[in-house]
């Protein structure tokens, strides 16, 4: 008995120095941690502060590498679950014969082989929030078990017939457009709706270039612990160089340049090398792609995305639209077209 009650105090620990960490980690890549000042993120700010409190389901839609899971982070960090887990799924990272045990858990001799009982991801975020990363790529059979488990609360582990309260938050995250795997049967409209009762935008890194000298200062803090080195930052010339670059991979590239200069540099100013076209130089003529003048970005954007509205008929999502021409999402394209003031 008391073998087992020491094992038990020893678990207890283990459990909460895991903890303690996942907190320090959540607390280092949330919104009010990197201070970032551009006007769009300060909006998605005021959204996170206004949906955290309450315990509704959040989608948060945008391009791969624009910092969802951070927003998620923050969600969960601003709201009254903060105290208790923050657990990540990738959906599709996950085998479609695995995720419904992965999710869901089951008990000791559900399966052959199975000798002791097995905890699901919502079993485990139990008071907390789960957050639902790439739900675009969930089967269909386990979204509707997610729906109920959204609009009644409970759950059914494998191989059990009965079910289970559970109480999570659940927070949703795509780069896919959902509208249109709805169309295309490969996602669950009442899903769609639960899911969405309030939707927040990530930004694309290239929509807002303020922020580019906040997130590099947090990524030089992390990789001077990481590789135990004193980068002061970086010169004045290379930030504004930064700041013009498109950054295709988003906070993903952004993030990668920044470790790939720490390597061979010990201390003082980080030399991040910029891709060649970070700098905006001379434009080509879209039409026939012999070089005419310069034109300021946002002009050449919206000159580039009018054309290719054109041989598209106007259509901007789905198969063949001007989104799946330019890869971006269909939100992001509808975005820049409002603020450019392009019309179909």
Not at 22 to 37: K, R, V, Y
Not at 57 to 74: D, M, P
Not at 90 to 106: M, N, R, T, V, W
Request: charged share 25%; proline share 5%; with cysteine.
């Amino acid at each position: 008995m008391n073998e087992a009650l020491a094992k038990a105090n020893v678990d207890h620990e283990r459990v909460k120095l895991e903890h303690d960490r996942m907190l320090a980690e959540i607390n280092d890549a949330t919104l009010p941690s990197l201070g970032l000042t551009s006007t769009k993120m300060k909006r998605v700010m005021q959204k996170i502060e206004q949906v955290a409190p309450t315990d509704i389901s959040v989608l948060i839609t945008g391009e791969a590498g624009t910092g969802k899971e951070i927003i998620a982070r923050t969600v969960h960090l601003l709201s009254p679950r903060s105290k208790n887990r923050f657990i990540v799924v990738k959906c599709s990272d996950l085998p479609a014969e695995l995720i419904e045990s992965e999710l869901f858990g089951y008990p000791k001799g559900a399966f052959t082989g199975t000798y002791r009982d097995r905890i699901g991801r919502f079993e485990a975020a139990e008071g907390g929030t789960i957050f639902l990363d790439e739900i675009g790529d969930l089967p269909l059979l386990l979204q509707s078990r997610l729906q109920r488990v959204l609009k009644e609360g409970v759950y059914t582990p494998v191989g059990e017939s009965g079910h289970r309260p559970v109480d999570v938050r659940v927070i949703a995250a795509t780069d896919k457009n959902l509208r249109a795997l709805i169309e295309d049967g490969k996602f669950r409209s009442d899903l769609y709706y639960q899911l969405s009762l309030f939707s927040i935008e990530s930004i694309p890194l290239r929509d807002r270039p303020e922020d580019i000298g906040k997130l590099i200062d947090h990524f030089i803090r992390k990789f001077n612990r990481k590789f135990k080195k004193n980068i002061s930052g970086l010169d004045d010339t290379t930030l504004l160089r930064l700041q013009t670059y498109a950054y295709p991979g988003n906070l993903w590239e952004l993030e990668s340049m920044v470790e790939r200069a720490f390597i061979g540099t010990s201390n003082g100013v980080l030399p991040i090398q910029v891709p060649p076209d970070g700098n905006p130089g001379p434009t080509l003529n879209v039409f026939d792609g012999r070089l005419t003048e310069f034109l300021p970005f946002e002009e050449y954007q919206r000159k580039y995305i009018q054309l290719v509205l054109d041989s598209t008929g106007g259509k901007v999502s789905g198969e063949g639209g001007a989104a799946e021409i330019l890869q971006i999402h269909p939100q992001t394209l509808f975005s820049k077209m409002k603020r450019l003031g392009i019309k179909r």
